[in-house]
C-alpha cells in the first residue's frame, strides 16, 4: 500500500514572513480578490500564491535582495572568524624561548615596570585633581588649610583620633 505524498500546505503566516510583509495586508489583498479566508491559519492554494506574487512583485524581490545581503554578510563574518580563529592557534603555540632570564633579572624588571606604572597613575591623579579643583573652585574664593589637604591626609587624621564617647 503505497501512501501518495501529500501536497505542502502553506500557511498565510508563513508565506507571509517569507516575503517580509504583514498578514493582515495579504489577507484584505485575497478578500478583495475574492478568496475565501479566514485568517492568518488559512492554506494558500496556489492560485492564492500567483495573485499574490502578481501583485507584491517589487516587495518580493527586495525581500529576496535583502536575503541575499544577510548571506553575503553571514559568509564573509563567518570567513572571518575562521582567519582570527587560526590566527589565534598560531599565536598560541609556544615558541623557543630566545634567552632564558634569572629570577633577579626577572624581578628586577618587574620592579622598574612597577614604578613606571607608579609614575603614570600619580601623574594622571595629579593632572585630574587639578582639572577637578579648577573647574569646582567658586570664582573669587580662596580654599581653606581643611579644603587644601589632601585626602589620604584627612583620612589619616579620622583613623587616628581617639573615639572619646564610651560604647555601651
Known sequence: MAEATKPKKLRLYKFAAEINLATQVLEDFLKEKGYKVTGHMSVLSDEMIADIQEKFQKDIEKTEKHYRKISEFQKKYSDKEEVEEENL???????????VKSEEEDEAAAE??????????????????????ETVKPEGKE??????????????????????????
Not at 622598574?112 to 579643583?133: F, H, P
Not at 580654599?143 to 555601651?168: F, G, H, L, N
Open 143 to 168: 580654599k581653606s588649610e581643611e579644603e587644601k589637604a589632601p585626602v589620604a591626609k584627612i583620612v589619616e587624621d579620622a583613623i587616628s583620633e581617639e573615639v572619646t564617647e564610651p560604647v555601651e
Open 89 to 99: 592557534e598560531a599565536e598560541q603555540q609556544p615558541e623557543e624561548p630566545a634567552e
Open 112 to 133: 622598574v615596570k612597577t614604578e613606571e606604572v607608579a609614575e603614570e597613575i600619580e601623574k594622571e591623579t595629579e593632572t585630574e585633581s587639578a582639572e577637578l579643583e
